[in-house]
């Protein structure tokens, strides 16, 4: 993102909103450089070399995704980091962690010198790794957690992936906190989960598919939060699916442990019902679980509890054709984030106080940096979006390469006409 | 925002409300259930002809698809679209294309180029038949030969058949079935069947580790124990119990089960004195019923079998007439837009 000597820009007329500084005004944002250098009253001797014309729109803080599968290296048929950041852009992300299962794994620094350095190139958003925490997240081994670090991986994570016990589990956290980098852990069982694919509730049954009890992910919860106690590790839970799970994390966080966490964009939107008729799109991890569920989730979400983040995560369509079990488990989000985010705004899902902050301030302060804001000084991480305008999800307008897009034909609204990364113009509609 | 709660059942359906697939008995209204009884009723007594084939599939040409092993199933299957007079193709999967490496997709549209009419498919995914219903050749009529722990319906409603023949009708019926529900695909669809027939009760009996969760969404009633399970009962039907069950946690032994839940002439006398026995077979004598039962004066069992085949007889012709109705439909349908498209 290289930027002109003297790059000043100025966005006027929007409702600008920042969740940390508890701005909600009518202002102007004056920016120069990567800084934004002020709101409200335009400084002496700016000039202006572009204005955004921001008038009946919001201005936001650059939206952070804590959690995306770009799909490279590895998975050229799937998505690429050009083709799915772009997608990040147009929907007013700036800063982005990716997924370390990649092939090969984000356990080396030189994997993730190699995304840090495609993701410059294609200068469309901020891109942060995860490293994986187990040596080829094959849960055995101790990863290089210092030299992932030193490479800028900025959480440590096994995803999706077992670890073969507690034991490997604990000396990974405590090996961590010694390093000092924060873990990002999504609780699974792998005995209760089984070969399950989908909540385990009265839909499975009627499917006849394996359900995913919650006590799946709560049991490895509970066992999480003793280790990280012990530990002292810094801890962050990604993508949790049940309501109890939330209220345990609450309930640890009110007893004095320093854990917070996130949900899933399409957990909100979601649940178990939607997978009648056998929909392979439906095929998530972690799964969609009941309609209380996903009430429980948004409460969270509008108490300030939990960050949302995207968990894209594209497959060309062969991935999809295939009975519901055998697809593979995952959707598109990316390219459908910013609207489907106001959608639910507008359904009174989400305060629209605590969308904007559940991807701005409490991602930021979850990576613990500098980010999300929008007060003078700050980086210029800044979104221009219609939040009422109409949108049609359109398969030929997708950016990313991802086809599992699960709102494609479907009507929504929030449409972003201008993305700044670092006072960078990195999207702007026609 | 949610995409669509379509149920299962609305892709076997055609624009007339008719049977083009039969994929599933959940959804299906009265009307057809009875209907697929009645032409099943009527192709009984071409059965028991000495020249059993009637014309109806004349030119056909049916495939069976088994992802899964079946003798019986497969050739009750076969000898259906014999006596419609079909041509059939049964496709040894196991030994062909999907074990070099194709895909299920693949295999599908090869054998769709073929001319073929209709799949009679039977595959180890719950949703298989459905997917290839609704995503791979829509064009061709899909029966669903069992697929996974979703849905046997052919089963379902030749059972419904036989209870039927022997019972009358299904209103004052309390209906009692016994052991794996949990895997059972046989289960889920006998239980939609009988709901929407009109049975008075349906109860699934076993011990909580084969029984699903949330089994009462599906409008039966669990019980643990066969005396309370089987007071009252008029139409018993036993599942059989696969061996791997007693692995991997879900049952301690046989021989528990066998005490707890094997259906002998004393947990038989719990139920009414006129209950018939049933079994979807094969079974297992001695794992979850007497030979003493199985082959008593209550048991049905036998003519279950017999019943197979004007049952799946009835399916394919209903669903082959359906499936038909709606190409020319569209045929129709492409040829009006066609005529109206040209200068007058």
């Given at each position: 993102?290289?930027l ?9 007329g ?17 920016i ?9 009253t ?10 955004i014309?921001?008038?009946g ?5 650059g939206?952070i995704?804590?959690c ?14 050009a ?12 800063t ?23 993701a410059?190139q ?8 995860l ?6 997240l ?10 992932l670090?030193e490479?800028g991986?900025?959480?440590l ?46 839909t499975?049954t009627k ?27 810094k801890?962050?839970f ?21 854990v ?15 997978i ?11 799964p969609?679980?009941?309609e209380a ?10 108490a ?11 497959h ?10 055998a697809?593979?488990?995952g ?17 009174g ?18 990576l613990d940096?500098e ?12 979104v221009v979006i219609?939040?009422e305008?109409?949108v049609v999800v359109?398969?030929a ?12 034909g ?19 509609a026609? | ?5 379509a ?16 994929l ?8 057809i ?26 030119g056909?040409?049916v ?8 003798t ?6 076969e ?13 040894d999967?196991?030994?062909s ?27 180890a ?13 829509p ?55 009988l ?7 349906v109860r ?7 029984l ?34 007693m692995?991997?946690?879900l ?18 006398a ?14 297992n ?5 007497e ?8 048991s ?18 209903m ?26």
């Open positions: 993102m290289k002109h000597p003297q790059h000043r820009i100025q966005i006027l929007g409702t600008v909103i920042d969740p940390q500084s508890g701005l909600h005004a009518v202002k102007d944002v004056f120069e450089n990567d800084t934004i250098v002020a709101i409200g335009k400084p002496q001797d700016f000039q202006v070399e572009k204005t014309d921001a008038s729109q919001l201005v936001l803080p939206f995704d804590l995306a599968f770009l799909a490279e290296p590895g998975f050229a048929q799937k998505g690429s980091i083709s799915e950041t772009r997608a990040a852009a147009h929907n007013g992300i700036t982005l962690c990716c997924a370390p299962d990649t092939k090969p794994v984000i356990d080396s620094s030189a994997v993730a010198n190699l995304i840090k350095d495609r410059q294609a200068g469309n958003v901020r891109v942060l790794p490293g994986a925490l187990s040596a080829g094959e849960g055995e081994q101790l990863s290089n957690m210092n030299g670090k490479a991986c900025v959480a994570t096994n995803m999706d992936a077992p670890m073969r016990d507690s034991r490997v589990v604990m000396q990974c956290y405590h090996y961590a906190a010694g390093v000092g980098v924060p873990v990002m852990i999504t609780p699974l069982d792998k005995a209760l989960a089984d070969v399950g694919c989908m909540h385990q509730g009265p499975s499917l006849g598919l394996a359900g995913i009890p919650e006590s799946a992910e709560t049991v490895a919860l509970a066992q999480h939060l003793l280790l990280i106690e012990q530990t002292g590790v801890a962050h990604n993508r949790i699916s049940s309501g109890r799970a939330l209220a345990m994390i609450t309930d640890a966080k009110a007893k004095g442990l320093n917070t966490a996130d949900v899933a964009l399409g957990n909100l939107c979601f649940i178990d019902e939607d009648l008729g056998f929909d392979s799109a439906m095929h998530v991890v972690p969609y679980r009941s569920d996903r009430q429980a989730l948004l409460a969270g979400v509008n300030g509890e939990l960050a949302i983040c995207s968990n894209h995560r594209p060309e369509i062969a991935a999809k054709m295939a009975p519901f079990a697809s593979e488990a959707i598109s989000v990316l390219d459908s984030f910013a609207a489907v985010l106001m959608n639910l705004v507008k359904r899902d989400l305060t629209l106080e605590a969308a904007v902050k559940a991807v701005t301030q409490t991602p930021a302060a979850i940096r980010l999300g804001s929008l007060r003078v000084g700050a980086l210029a991480d800044v219609s939040a305008q109409d359109e398969k307008a997708l950016q990313s390469k991802g086809t599992n897009n699960p709102w494609i479907q009507a929504l609204n929030g449409k972003v006409s201008a993305t700044l990364c670092a006072g960078h113009v990195v999207f702007e026609e | 925002m949610t995409s669509k709660s149920s299962p059942s609305a892709v076997q359906l055609n624009e007339q409300g008719r049977l083009k697939h039969f599933t008995t959940e959804g299906l209204s009265r009307e259930l009875t209907e697929i009884l009645d032409t099943a009723d009527s192709f009984i007594s071409t059965q028991e002809r000495s020249v059993k084939t009637v014309p109806l599939l004349r056909k040409t495939v069976n698809l088994f992802f899964e092993n079946s019986r199933t497969r050739s009750t299957f000898l259906a679209a014999k006596r419609l007079s079909a041509d059939i193709l049964n496709l999967i196991a030994r294309a999907t074990s070099k490496g194709e895909t299920l997709m693949d295999t599908l549209w090869n054998l769709q180029s073929m001319y073929s009419d209709m799949f009679v498919v039977r595959h995914d719950s949703g298989a038949a459905h997917f290839i219903a609704e995503h791979v050749t064009n061709v009529a899909v029966i669903n030969a069992g697929d996974g722990r979703h849905a046997h319906p052919t089963q379902a409603m030749l059972d419904m058949l036989t209870i039927r023949r022997e019972k009358g009708q299904f209103e004052n019926l309390t209906v009692a079935i016994i052991g794996d529900i949990l895997h059972s695909r046989v289960a889920r669809s006998q239980i939609y069947a709901k929407t027939l009109g049975a008075a009760e699934v009996i076993g011990p909580n580790t084969l699903p969760n949330d089994i009462e969404a599906l409008g039966v009633k669990p019980y643990n124990n066969m005396k309370q399970g089987l007071k009252g009962v008029d139409v018993i039907v036993t599942l059989r119990l696969q061996k791997e069950r692995q991997n946690a049952l301690p032994s046989e021989s528990e089960f066998y005490r707890m839940y094997g259906l002998n002439t004393d947990k038989l719990y139920a009414n004195p006129d209950a018939i026995v049933m079994h979807p077979g094969p079974i004598r001695g794992v979850e019923i030979s003493a039962v199985a082959d008593g004066p209550q049905v069992i036998l003519k279950q079998v017999s019943n197979g085949i004007p049952l799946r007889m009835a399916v394919m012709a669903a082959m007439s359906g499936q038909t109705q709606e190409q020319q439909a569209q045929e129709q349908q492409a040829q009006d837009e066609q005529n109206s498209g040209e200068p007058a």
